[in-house]
């Protein structure tokens, strides 16, 4: 079976590259985007213009999907637009999917911009070290069902980052 996943932010950094990344590991992908023709231009995705909170396009993007990846977050916008979007749109997000029969399997993938950096920051020094000397948890991955956190810390490009987050989600 041919995996179908929504991707919202298709559009971002991180978002077409999960897109990408998920067609080369053949997936199909549904693109969810505000502006038309800002979807990847990409053999296996398919462009869906609109947001979570239209109660048109939600359902019927979600209907038949194997997974559902969120990478929105309108940091150009107004605070407004943020909160709409983000807050309110993902929560109608998980919903849908949860209504449509998507399992609610949750990477969190905390970027070291946001968490900040030092020799004692929880989650972006100590939790990662941790992490690196028990190997354990680093080759579970995802697990179905449950959240797994992902920090984004690393020596390699973020480019690099995102491409793994798309071999995570598609599970090759």
Known sequence: MTASVVVTGANGFVGARVCRALVERG???RAVVRRPGTAPDVDGVEEHVGDFLDPELAPAVVAGATAVVTTVHPMGDDRETQQRVSVEGTAALARLARDAGVGLTRVLVRPPAILGS???SIWNTLRPASMRDDGDELAAGPVEGG???VNVAGAEPASE???GLGQAISGT
Request: hydrophobic share 40%.
């Open 147 to 149: 959240c797994t956190a």
């Open 118 to 120: 030092g020799d004692t």
């Open 161 to 163: 980052i995102a491409d």
């Open 27 to 29: 997936a199909t992908v």
